[in-house]
């Protein structure tokens, strides 16, 4: 784990100016095919949790970022973390676990009890996720059940949570019919 005080970058909260960047390094890190997929389909008209959005900023240059949305899970809020990306050429750095701690330890401190992803658990479990057990957590469309991971920010909160990933609202009205999402 990487100390705070001896890392080059800075993480701050992500601004309003630095959307059109994230925008584009999320673009070079997970290509067009990435609306296709569950998560995304679970972002579309919901804004995203903007206390939660924060960016890695390095020699004036965006080297990383995280973002949060709102879903429900069987009818019990929860936070969705993603997408979390990091420069193709900044990777293995510790920029992107050094955002999710981060932003993990802020959302915690506001009240919100569990996050849930769809990743890699060897990466994710650097800071405390772990792979759900088969089928208690059900994404509406196709996701590997091997990569649904969770972490309880208030004691045991994940193990009383089971059920399909909704939207937790919608922000802008979007199409989403046949999409199981509404």
């Given at each position: 784990?990487?100390?705070?005080?001896?890392?080059?970058?800075?993480?701050?909260?992500?601004?309003?100016?630095?959307?059109?960047?994230?925008?584009?390094?999320?673009?070079?890190?997970?290509?067009?095919?990435?609306?296709?997929?569950?998560?995304?389909?679970?972002?579309?008209?919901?804004?995203?949790?903007?206390?939660?959005?924060?960016?890695?900023?390095?020699?004036?240059e965006l080297r990383g970022s995280v973002r949060y949305w709102p879903v429900s899970i069987g009818g019990?809020?929860?936070?969705?973390?993603?997408?979390?990306?990091?420069?193709?050429?900044?990777?293995?750095?510790?920029?992107?676990?050094?955002?999710?701690?981060?932003?993990?330890?802020?959302?915690?401190?506001?009240?919100?009890?569990?996050?849930i992803l769809v990743g890699d658990e060897p990466y994710y479990a650097r800071v405390g996720f772990s792979?759900?057990?088969?089928?208690?957590?059900?994404?509406?469309?196709?996701?590997?059940?091997?990569?649904?991971?969770?972490?309880?920010?208030?004691?045991?909160?994940?193990?009383?949570?089971?059920?399909?990933?909704?939207?937790?609202?919608?922000?802008?009205?979007?199409?989403?019919?046949?999409?199981?999402?509404?």
């Amino acid at each position: 784990m990487s100390d705070a005080s001896n890392v080059p970058w800075t993480i701050r909260p992500e601004r309003p100016e630095d959307a059109p960047l994230v925008d584009a390094l999320n673009e070079a890190a997970f290509g067009p095919g990435r609306f296709a997929k569950s998560a995304y389909r679970l972002r579309e008209g919901v804004s995203q949790v903007a206390e939660l959005a924060f960016v890695a900023i390095e020699k004036a240059e965006l080297r990383g970022s995280v973002r949060y949305w709102p879903v429900s899970i069987g009818g019990h809020p929860a936070l969705m973390l993603g997408p979390l990306a990091v420069k193709a050429s900044e990777r293995g750095r510790g920029i992107g676990i050094m955002l999710m701690q981060h932003s993990l330890a802020e959302a915690r401190a506001q009240g919100h009890a569990v996050v849930i992803l769809v990743g890699d658990e060897p990466y994710y479990a650097r800071v405390g996720f772990s792979r759900l057990p088969p089928g208690r957590v059900r994404f509406p469309g196709p996701v590997d059940p091997s990569r649904i991971l969770g972490l309880s920010l208030k004691a045991g909160e994940m193990l009383n949570l089971s059920g399909e990933v909704r939207r937790a609202k919608i922000d802008d009205a979007v199409c989403a019919d046949g999409a199981g999402l509404g």
